[in-house]
């Protein structure tokens, strides 16, 4: 799932992979993750894990990202 060591951290991810997404401003993904991240980060059955990929120290795209300016998934 989306690891964030601070709050700056996620505002830098939310600027650069959220706001072009179509669900920017009614997002489930960024939601869940903010209100769940602390109880689910060491589930590994949680939906979280598959939604913000993170591998080898690095948050990945969204799976659920659409971008808004070309109007498909990227």
Do not use: Q
């Amino acid at each position: 799932m989306g690891y964030f060591s601070s709050g700056t951290e996620g505002l830098d991810y939310a600027e650069a992979n959220c706001v072009s997404c179509v669900h920017y401003e009614d997002c489930a993904v960024w939601y869940a993750h903010n209100v769940h991240n602390y109880d689910e980060c060491n589930n590994p059955a949680s939906i979280l894990h598959l939604l913000i990929p993170y591998k080898d120290g690095v948050n990945g795209e969204c799976l659920m990202r659409v971008d808004r300016r070309k109007g498909s998934e990227e």
